[in-house]
Nanobody, 116 residues
């Protein structure tokens, strides 16, 4: 059974940085593209960034230049380095395959709060 365990969230001041991690188990991680998603307060979960099996990345315009997605196939882990965080980045962050549907398995997510 697939398991996704996100970690690394917390409270940070505007302009600060965080590094999120997502440990994947129960499948062949290295064969999947992966993504980071965010669900902001009162909003739907949205895809922020993706990384292919080979490490090619893609970003939504509103995080481009501030967020960096990466993966370690030896550790079955995907990361999201976030810098220059702003209050609108507040939300619960999740990892999953980029085409994951709401009814698919999701981890518990990790809360990121950006506030002074």
């Amino acid at each position: 059974q697939v398991q996704l365990v996100e970690s690394g969230g917390g409270l940070v001041q505007p302009g600060g940085s965080l590094r999120l991690s997502c440990a994947y188990s129960g499948g062949t991680f290295s064969t999947y593209a992966m993504g980071w998603f965010r669900r902001g307060p009162g909003s739907r979960r949205e895809l922020l960034a993706t990384v292919t099996r080979s490490g090619s990345t893609g970003y939504q315009d509103f995080v481009k230049g501030r967020f960096t997605i990466s993966r370690d196939n030896d550790k079955d882990t995907v990361y999201l380095q976030m810098s220059n965080l702003q209050p609108e980045d507040t939300g619960v962050y999740y990892c999953n395959k980029p085409n994951a549907a709401p009814g698919d398995f999701w981890g518990q997510g990790t809360q990121v709060t950006v506030s002074s």
